[in-house]
């Protein structure tokens, strides 16, 4: 088992340096021009090459990118252009907020999907079964940011019962947290549905009913332990595209999160953070997949990693 966890982590590597390249290239080949920003738009031409050399702007792609590369590899982001401070601290400050609102519509989404798609499998083809595979095409077709603004309206606006925007007490992280957990609790759920119709046409679960055991019992210590093997890879996909899809309702919510940091840092062209940023993202979204990997061999025993 370890030695297949070094050796996902290990291939990681790859494509956290490609995800790099390409992030760092499209700044790099960006329209604008990230010293007058920093400068404003009367300086003179001294203090603008001035800038160029203190920021490293003046060499050639190559050098700009491996002295990035070489900072990482060194357990260091680099130093924002605008605000001169270390990137590592300024994704310090924010990634618990961003974590926070995505574990807590994890926990939403699989709270949800997991009971609604077992019971539309057990109710299949009947109303129960077609009500909530209804609403779960309603969660796909409706976008998370817009599902935000909706919950926004109605409960802060309309009743006032959360805050409108802002972060600070739990009260904050219920609007953002549900418009993430329940839109991907949609998809969830019809994966939960089908993989529990699949497990419950097999031939060991027709032998515990003909043995006479609850349905409870078949369905919960049987049916549903065996299904849980593709709902697995979800929760690993779902999670890292949670966690990374709260950009929108950061900046909706006015959360300040990696997203919204991201966002504001594109904007200003502070490249630095932006890569930075990513690069941590990119690694949550990896750091996911490989624990549901992980959790194969605890669901099913019969899996084994060399």
């Known amino acids: 088992m370890l030695k297949y966890v070094v050796k996902r982590i ?15 290239s499209i700044f790099y080949f960006a ?20 800038i160029k050399r203190k920021y490293g702007l003046d060499q050639p792609y190559i050098v700009q990118y491996w002295r990035f590369m070489k900072s990482v590899i060194e357990g260091d982001l680099g130093v ?12 310090k400050e924010r990634l618990p907020v961003t974590l926070e609102i995505g574990l807590l519509g994890f926990l939403i989404t699989f709270a949800i999907a997991i009971p609604a798609g077992v019971i539309a499998a057990v ?19 409706i976008p998370t940011f817009w599902f935000g603004m909706l919950l926004m309206y109605f409960f802060a606006y309309k009743l006032r019962w959360f805050p409108i925007s802002g972060y600070g007490t739990i009260k904050h992280l219920i609007l953002p947290s549900f418009a ?5 609790a949609a998809i969830t759920a019809r994966m939960v549905r ?22 409870k019992v078949i369905i919960y210590r049987h049916a549903l332990k065996n299904a849980m093997i593709p709902i697995i890879t979800l929760m690993g996909l779902r999670l890292g595209w949670i966690i990374g899809g709260s950009v929108a309702l950061e900046i909706i919510f006015s959360i300040p999160g990696i997203g919204r940091l991201m966002v504001d840092s594109i904007l200003a062209r502070d490249y630095p953070v932006v890569q930075g940023a ?28 060399g």
């Open 31 to 50: 329209p604008g021009d990230t010293v007058s920003r920093i400068a404003g738009p009367n300086v003179t031409v001294e203090v603008y090459e001035s």
């Open 278 to 305: 990513m690069l941590v993202l990119t690694s949550s979204i990896i750091l996911a997949n490989i624990l549901a990997d992980v959790l194969y061999a605890v669901v099913d025993p019969r899996i084994r990693y």
């Open 80 to 91: 924002s252009i605008l605000q001169e401070r270390p990137v590592i601290e300024m994704i």
């Open 10 to 24: 290990v291939l990681m590597i790859p494509v956290l340096i490609f995800m790099t390249v390409v992030v760092f």
């Open 180 to 184: 993430i957990g329940l839109t991907n």
């Open 123 to 141: 109710k299949k083809n009947t109303f129960i079964d077609y009500l909530c595979m209804s609403s779960t095409l309603l969660g796909i077709a």
């Open 194 to 215: 089908s993989s529990m119709l699949e497990v419950l046409k097999q031939d060991y679960v027709r032998t515990a009913r003909s043995k006479g055991l609850l349905e």
